[in-house]
C-alpha cells in the first residue's frame, strides 16, 4: 500500500460523510433560493399589473407584505448558504494542508530513495554491493532489493505527480468557492436593500390607506358577505353528498361507498404533495384569523387562502374528483366544489367555468378562469374540507 493510498484513505474516511451532507444541504439551499428568487420576480409582475389598472392598494398591500415575507426568507436562506459554504471552504483549506504535509513527507523520502540509487547507480558500485554479500542467497536478496527499489522509487515519483494534481484542482475549487462566495454576498447585500426599500414602500401604501377607513371597512363588510353566502353553500352541498344513507342501531348515518372509501385514503395519503389550484401563484392571505393589514383592532377570518395571480389565468383540479356542484356567489363570480371521497375542495371567485355538475375531473385538469376585478384584482378562494370540517389548505399542498 503506498502513501497516497494510505493518504487518500485516511483523508476520505474523515471527510467523505462530511462532504456529502454539505454538497446536500447546498444543492437544496440553492435550488430554495432559485424558487424564491422565481415568486419573488412573479410577485413583481402582480404588483406592476395591478400598477397599471385602477388603484386596488390593499390588494397591491397584502402583495408588497407576501414579497417582504419573500424576500425575508431568501436572505435567511441566502445566508445559510453562506454558513455552508464557508463549512466547505474550510474543508478545503485543511484538505490543501494535509496534502502540502503529505508532499513534503513524499519528497523527503524520495530524495533519501534517489541518494542511495545515486550512490549505487554506477555497475561498478552495484557489482561491489552484490559481491560483498555473504552468500549466494543474499547476493539475490539485495538484487532483488535494487528490482523493488527502482520500483519503489517510480511509484514515489507517481504519487508525487498525483497529489501534486489533486492539489491543483483543489486549489481552482477554492478560488471558486471563494468566488461564489462573493457574489452570494453581494446578492445578500442586494437583498437586505430592497427589503428596506419595500419596508418604506409598506408603511408609505399603509400610512396612505389609514385615511380611507370608511372604505376600507365597507370593502371588508362586503367581502364578509360574500364569504358567508360562500360558506352557507358549500355546508349545504357537503351535507347533501354525505347525508346519512344507512341506518345502525335505530340511527341514521352516512357511509362511503368503496369507491369513495379508496378515493379519501388515496387523497389523504397525498397531504403535502398535492399540485397547487394554478399553475403559478403568490399566497397573498394565508388560512385562518389574521390581524388587517391596516385597520387597527379588527380581525378577519379566512377559510381557505387566496392565491394572487396573473390575469386570464386559470383554476385546475388538484386531485381526481367528482364535480358535486358550481354554484354562483354573485352576478359574476362562481365556485367550485369537488368531491375526492369524503374530502372536499372549492374553487371560488371563477368567473368562467369548464365543467359541469356532475363531471368526473382529473388532477391538474382546468375547472375555470378566474375573475379580475375592476381593480386589476385576479385572487382565486381556495379551501379544503374534510366532511363538514374545514381544513388548511397550506398543509395539504405541496410546498413550493
Known amino acids: 500500500m503506498n502513501r ?19 454538497q446536500t444541504t447546498q444543492k437544496q439551499l440553492e435550488e430554495k433560493r432559485k424558487k424564491l428568487e422565481e415568486e419573488l420576480a412573479y410577485t413583481n409582475k402582480l404588483i406592476e399589473q395591478t400598477q397599471k389598472s385602477k388603484k386596488n392598494y390593499l390588494y397591491e398591500l397584502n402583495l408588497l407584505n407576501s414579497k417582504i415575507n419573500k424576500r ?35 519528497k523527503k523520502e524520495y530524495a533519501k530513495l534517489a541518494y542511495f540509487v545515486f550512490k549505487y547507480k554506477d555497475t561498478y558500485n552495484k557489482l561491489i554491493f552484490l559481491y560483498s554479500a555473504e552468500d549466494l542467497n543474499q547476493a539475490y536478496q539485495r538484487l532483488r532489493y535494487f528490482d523493488q527499489l527502482s520500483k519503489f522509487i ?18 481552482d475549487d477554492l478560488k471558486a468557492q471563494n468566488a461564489e462566495k462573493k457574489s452570494l454576498l453581494e446578492n445578500e447585500n442586494l437583498q437586505l436593500s430592497s427589503l428596506e426599500v419595500e419596508q418604506i414602500n409598506k408603511d408609505r401604501l399603509k ?9 376600507l371597512k365597507a370593502q371588508l363588510r362586503a367581502k364578509e358577505k360574500e364569504a358567508a353566502r360562500l360558506n352557507k353553500k358549500i355546508k349545504e352541498i357537503i351535507a347533501e353528498a354525505t347525508k346519512p344513507n344507512t341506518t345502525t342501531g335505530g340511527s341514521k348515518t352516512y357511509t362511503p361507498t368503496p369507491e369513495e372509501k379508496k378515493l379519501s385514503s388515496s ?43 396573473a390575469q386570464n389565468g386559470e383554476a385546475r383540479c388538484i386531485f381526481d374528483g367528482r ?17 375526492h371521497g369524503t374530502y372536499f375542495t372549492v374553487y371560488s371567485n371563477l368567473d368562467r367555468v369548464y ?46
Open 323 to 339: 364535480v358535486v356542484s358550481v354554484t354562483s356567489i354573485t352576478s359574476t363570480k362562481k365556485a367550485v366544489i369537488i368531491q
Open 154 to 171: 517510480r511509484d514515489e515519483a507517481e504519487d508525487i505527480k498525483q497529489l501534486e494534481q489533486k492539489k491543483e484542482q483543489t486549489l
Open 72 to 106: 425575508s426568507e431568501l436572505v435567511a436562506t441566502l445566508k445559510s448558504e453562506l454558513y455552508e459554504l464557508e463549512r466547505t471552504i474550510q474543508k478545503t483549506e485543511q484538505e490543501l494542508l494535509y496534502m502540502n504535509d503529505e508532499l513534503v513527507d513524499l
Open 267 to 309: 387523497f389523504a395519503a397525498n397531504k403535502g404533495k398535492l399540485p397547487w389550484p394554478v399553475e403559478r401563484g403568490v399566497v397573498s392571505e394565508s388560512f385562518g384569523i389574521h390581524q388587517h393589514p391596516v385597520l387597527k383592532k379588527v380581525k378577519t377570518k379566512n377559510n381557505g387562502i387566496d392565491i394572487a395571480i
Open 4 to 22: 497516497l493510498f494510505k493518504y487518500g484513505l485516511l483523508f476520505l474516511l474523515a471527510t467523505v460523510s462530511l462532504s456529502v451532507v454539505a
Open 355 to 400: 365543467v359541469s355538475e356532475g363531471d368526473k375531473v382529473s388532477t391538474k385538469e382546468p375547472i375555470g378562469r378566474v375573475h379580475t376585478t375592476l381593480n386589476g384584482e385576479t385572487e382565486l378562494q381556495f379551501q379544503v374540507w374534510k366532511g363538514k370540517t374545514l381544513l388548511n389548505p397550506s398543509y395539504w399542498l405541496k410546498h413550493r
Open 207 to 215: 400610512n396612505g390607506l389609514v385615511k380611507k377607513e370608511k372604505e
